[in-house]
């Protein structure tokens, strides 16, 4: 009955639409075209064209289906065009599109757009547009048709199109696969599509196969909803498939893969992951890589081995296997080998400790407080032998985690110094201070068998941090503590039979001499002694260690001779360390004490003789050996053998160099003074003074004066002065000409003294040298006129003008800054005095010269003498014409300043008043006319 409704129903659409062709011009001429050219697409076209044009001009009704004849004829004429050109993509496409305009409008059902795509893929399914329309559709309107059909809506669409097609496709199916469920949705009014997990999880892991990369959001998908296990399968993919240059990406999906085993080891295990031995490989892997570039800067990764370590264990300890988890722990201490990672594993085992000592804890205080709430009536017999035995074992539980905890705590310096040596073994210091550590834990079997172990793992090349001696001397002390025999078993094994190699000599003799000190120590003098001979005699070690010439052995036994052995021994021991030249100078002089002690004089001097010998100047043992060989011969014969004792003085500052001369030369000349001859003793001074250094050259000519006055009286020190005064620096050379003045001064020899002053002065600069001028004061006062006065204030002035020419820092004048030449020196004073300079000399009218040399005698002419006058004239008439034209600088010589100063002192009495008027007080005597020369005349003109 209802496909009978259907058929008349249909009929009367078929008749409504030909109606609606007839009444329309522009249909019938489209009709009668297409009779003519049925197979022209664009005739269709047009067609279809002119229907919607005749579509638009009616209201559609989707409530009467007779008034939608337009919408109808559409559809009409869009099925006869496919039929006819079924391979025709355009009207396919025209036709699709129009049915779901339609189906917006509620005119067309969703099974009618679904029949229009089945259709069209029957003669296009090698079009991925067509598959991406009809996913499309399918995707949008949820409920049109089931999950299941959808998905083999899908499996067609890839088994139809090639791969490369692939990709056009799969961004509307992971949109389809990721829509929200019914639940999920943001409306309840909207329809959803409710997609089982099972099929979103089998078409994501399809399209995995198509685009591997996309392993890290389907991990993330499954991680969101709980499937632990295969997440961890896909990072696993992840990892394998990643190249070698993507660190960055590798770290971060190990990090969320080690995380996921971690939180879910049993459902990562029960997938097929095998957690802990990818993680003991990683770890093999990275212990390798770190041996091999323990001597490279390499990349460091963000994959710490302690944190790898900790992950292990935390996977056994949700699991509940606790005793595993500690054993990992404790194998991860053993391996780690920075301190980075020590200290992140140990951490972490501290806390799992103290998390297992609070559970206990907390487990023991819950059963007494329901102890407590028990009422005494359901209490029995057997009851509380149960409640006890219960609470012992919980009192038990908490001991036992506490004494774990603790016994953790103790055990961290050992091991922190257990991952050093695993950096590095070859570190002596933390060997040693592995044995302390034991030590202080009383636990002497486990520090002897940690140095037995650094004897045979260490290499005497590569050691650092301390002396591989060092091991065995803290070995044999242990073993001297607990046996005695085992302790010279182990010196045995070390300096006999040379068990270690060593690399240097002084460690195989600290060996050598840490079991003679031993044997000292347990008194056995014989052999003590015994050893120390067998240390250094030939063939005591290997050829590449000598130990005949060891310092430290040599020592040791030349005490122990002196001390155990008789006197003939110590001297052959001395003798023989002497002929192999491995004795030291205070091997020497220990000798030469030894021989004196026991009045062997001349057997001493021969064994300073051989030092002296072996060290020769400029050693600096020299010195030492030759101050102790004069000392003791002088002290010995004094003057009774003067001639060999000047020999040996002689010898002594022909060899010595100047800088350690003086001291030499001192002894030889309190030597002559004692028990030579003075004029020797004089010489011996001499020749100090023109030896030594500059600096010491100024002492030596004091001392050198003082002893001549002393023994030939004043006025043999002239001489002296005079050769110090050339010899000398300018400021030493000032010093003299003071105290040279001064002993003209006590023999009054005034004008001697004046002259030395004058010379004196050219060297002396009044602002380093104030005492110096001061003394020349004080000399004109009591010694000196008005003239002399005058003279002295007129050099001073010119000696700091000169001085002048050089500038000196701020800070005392202690260090010379920078030197003027000649020429800009000249310049300078001549600017500043206001006088012109001599056009064919660098000198400056009334100045001393330079003081860089000595100076000499005036002018050798009477021009120049002349010329200085002149000058020095036009200086003091300038200065007394123009005072507005006067030089502001400091340095100017003004001459009624110097009047000034004359003045002051004679009315202080200081110096001696000017002649009476009306005469001089002294004799006078006409002066011969060739005396003047040319000064007369100019005079008178």
């Given at each position: 009955k209802s496909l009978g409704m259907d058929h008349s129903k249909t009929n009367q659409v078929h008749q409504a639409c030909l109606g609606f062709i007839q009444n329309s011009e522009t249909l019938i001429k489209h009709e009668t075209q297409l009779q003519q050219q049925p197979y022209d697409v664009s005739?269709?076209?047009?067609?279809?064209?002119?229907?919607?044009?005749?579509?638009?001009?009616?209201?559609?009704?989707?409530?009467?289906?007779?008034?939608?004849?337009a919408w109808k004829l559409r559809d009409m004429v869009g099925r006869r065009a496919v039929a006819l050109l079924p391979r025709s993509y355009k009207l396919w496409k025209n036709h699709w599109e129009y049915l779901l305009k339609g189906l917006e409008r509620g005119i067309f059902s969703e099974e009618e757009v679904l029949n229009c795509f089945e259709r069209c893929l029957w003669t296009l399914s090698a079009?991925?547009?067509?598959?991406?329309?009809?996913?499309?559709?399918?995707?949008?309107?949820?409920?049109?048709?089931?999950?299941?059909?959808?998905?083999?809506?899908?499996?067609?669409?890839?088994?139809?199109?090639?791969?490369?097609?692939?990709?056009?496709?799969?961004?509307?199916?992971?949109?389809?696969?990721?829509?929200?469920?019914?639940?999920?949705?943001?409306?309840?009014?909207?329809?959803?599509?409710?997609?089982?997990?099972?099929?979103?999880?089998?078409?994501?892991r399809r399209y995995c196969l198509f685009n591997p990369l996309y392993r890290n959001e389907f991990a993330d998908f499954l991680v969101r909803h709980e499937r632990w296990g295969e997440a961890a399968i896909q990072y696993q993919h992840l990892l394998n498939a990643l190249s070698a240059g993507a660190e960055v990406q590798r770290d971060s999906y190990w990090q969320a893969f080690s995380e996921l085993c971690t939180q879910h080891p049993v459902q990562v295990e029960d997938a097929g992951v095998a957690w802990e031995q990818i993680l003991r490989a990683v770890l093999s892997e990275k212990h390798?890589?770190?041996?091999?570039?323990?001597?490279?800067?390499?990349?460091?990764?963000?994959?710490?081995?302690?944190?790898?370590?900790?992950?292990?264990?935390?996977?056994?300890?949700?699991?509940?296997?606790?005793?595993?988890?500690?054993?990992?722990?404790?194998?991860?201490?053993?391996?780690?080998?920075?301190?980075?990672?020590?200290?992140?594993?140990?951490?972490?085992?501290?806390?799992?400790?103290?998390?297992?000592?609070?559970?206990?804890?907390?487990?023991?205080?819950?059963?007494?407080?329901?102890?407590?709430?028990?009422?005494?009536?359901?209490?029995?017999?057997?009851?509380?032998?149960?409640?006890?035995?219960?609470?012992?074992s919980k009192v038990a539980d908490m001991e036992l985690a506490l004494a774990r905890a603790e016994h953790l705590t103790s055990r961290r310096p050992l091991l922190l110094n257990s991952v050093v040596l695993r950096q590095n073994k070859h570190s002596v210091g933390d060997w040693l201070r592995r044995a302390e550590l034991y030590l202080e834990l009383d636990l002497a079997g486990q520090a002897i068998a940690a140095l037995e172990e650094a004897l045979t793992v260490t290499d005497a090349n590569r050691?650092?941090?301390?002396?591989?001696?060092?091991?065995?001397?803290?070995?044999?002390?242990?073993?001297?503590?607990?046996?005695?025999?085992?302790?010279?078993?182990?010196?045995?094994?070390?300096?006999?039979?040379?068990?270690?190699?060593?690399?240097?000599?002084?460690?195989?003799?600290?060996?050598w001499a840490a079991w003679v000190?031993?044997?000292?120590?347990?008194?056995?003098?014989?052999e003590a002694l015994a050893l120390a001979r067998q240390a250094v005699a030939p063939g005591s070690g290997p050829r590449r260690l000598n130990l005949t010439k060891s310092v430290r052995l040599w020592d040791l036994l030349l005490d122990l001779e002196e001390s155990l052995g008789t006197v003939q021994t110590a001297k052959d021991a001395y003798n023989r360390v002497l002929e192999i030249k491995a004795a030291t100078v205070q091997q020497v002089l220990n000798f030469a004490s030894f021989l004196i002690e026991r009045d062997y004089f001349e057997e001493s001097y021969t064994a300073y003789e051989k030092g002296i010998e072996l060290f020769a100047f400029p050693h600096p043992g020299a010195k030492l050996l030759w101050m102790s060989y004069l000392k003791s011969f002088t002290h010995r014969y004094k003057g009774s053998k003067v001639e060999r004792t000047r020999d040996i003085f002689q010898r002594c500052l022909e060899e010595c160099p100047a800088e350690e001369s003086s001291e030499f030369f001192l002894m030889n000349g309190q030597f002559e003074e004692s028990y030579g001859l003075v004029k020797r003793a004089l010489s011996v001074y001499q020749a100090m003074c023109r030896k030594v250094t500059p600096e010491e050259k100024y002492l030596a000519y004091r001392l050198f004066i003082v002893?001549?006055?002393?023994?030939?009286?004043?006025?043999?020190?002239?001489?002296?002065?005079?050769?110090?005064?050339?010899?000398?620096?300018?400021?030493?050379?000032?010093?003299?000409?003071?105290?040279?003045?001064?002993?003209?001064?006590?023999?009054?020899?005034?004008?001697?003294?004046?002259?030395?002053?004058?010379?004196?002065?050219?060297?002396?600069?009044?602002?380093?040298?104030?005492?110096?001028?001061?003394?020349?004061?004080?000399?004109?006062?009591?010694?000196?006129?008005?003239?002399?006065?005058?003279?002295?204030l007129r050099i001073k002035r010119s000696v700091e003008a000169a001085f002048s020419t050089v500038n000196y820092n701020a800070s005392g004048l202690n260090e010379k800054v920078e030197n003027l030449t000649d020429e800009q020196a000249m310049k300078l004073i001549s600017e500043q005095e206001g006088v012109e300079r001599q056009p064919?000399?660098?000198?400056?009218?009334?100045?001393?010269?330079?003081?860089?040399?000595?100076?000499?005698?005036?002018?050798?002419?009477?021009?120049?003498?002349?010329?200085?006058?002149?000058?020095?004239?036009?200086?003091?008439?300038?200065g007394d014409a123009k005072e507005d034209e006067e030089s502001e600088n400091d340095e100017e010589i003004d001459i009624d300043d110097i009047d000034a100063e004359i003045e002051e002192a004679a009315a202080s009495g200081a110096i001696p008043d000017a002649a009476p008027e009306g005469g001089t007080g002294l004799e006078t005597k006409s002066i011969p006319q060739g005396v003047f020369g040319g000064l007369k005349s100019v005079e008178t003109n």
């Open positions: 005739s269709w076209l047009l067609y279809l064209d002119s229907v919607d044009d005749e579509i638009s001009k009616e209201k559609p009704n989707s409530e009467d289906q007779v008034s939608n004849v079009y991925p547009r067509v598959w991406v329309e009809y996913l499309g559709f399918l995707k949008d309107h949820p409920g049109c048709t089931s999950v299941t059909s959808v998905r083999r809506v899908i499996n067609l669409a890839l088994q139809s199109l090639p791969v490369t097609q692939h990709a056009k496709i799969w961004p509307t199916i992971l949109e389809w696969i990721h829509s929200p469920d019914s639940d999920q949705a943001s409306s309840g009014d909207l329809p959803s599509w409710r997609i089982p997990l099972e099929s979103r999880v089998r078409v994501i390798g890589s770190q041996m091999k570039s323990s001597s490279s800067k390499t990349s460091e990764s963000t994959l710490l081995e302690g944190i790898l370590w900790t992950q292990l264990a935390d996977s056994w300890i949700r699991r509940g296997s606790f005793d595993i988890a500690r054993s990992v722990y404790e194998e991860g201490l053993q391996t780690v080998r920075t301190v980075r990672d020590f200290s992140v594993l140990y951490d972490a085992y501290l806390q799992f400790e103290e998390g297992l000592l609070e559970a206990a804890t907390s487990v023991l205080e819950d059963g007494d407080m329901e102890m407590g709430e028990d009422s005494p009536q359901e209490s029995s017999d057997d009851w509380d032998i149960l409640l006890e035995e219960t609470a012992n050691c650092v941090n301390g002396k591989p001696s060092g091991i065995v001397l803290k070995l044999g002390e242990i073993y001297e503590k607990q046996e005695v025999e085992k302790a010279q078993e182990l010196f045995d094994r070390i300096c006999r039979k040379l068990d270690y190699k060593f690399q240097k000599a002084d460690d195989l003799a600290e060996c000190e031993m044997s000292l120590r347990l008194e056995q003098w014989d002893k001549t006055r002393k023994y030939l009286g004043v006025t043999a020190t002239r001489d002296i002065y005079q050769e110090a005064i050339d010899t000398l620096k300018d400021q030493e050379a000032a010093r003299i000409c003071m105290d040279f003045a001064k002993v003209e001064t006590e023999l009054q020899e005034s004008e001697r003294a004046r002259a030395i002053l004058a010379y004196g002065a050219q060297l002396a600069d009044p602002r380093r040298l104030p005492e110096y001028w001061k003394a020349w004061n004080e000399f004109e006062i009591t010694q000196g006129n008005e003239e002399t006065f005058r003279e002295m064919e000399t660098n000198k400056v009218a009334g100045f001393v010269p330079s003081s860089s040399k000595k100076r000499t005698a005036t002018a050798a002419n009477l021009d120049e003498v002349e010329a200085k006058v002149a000058q020095l004239r036009k200086v003091t008439g300038e």
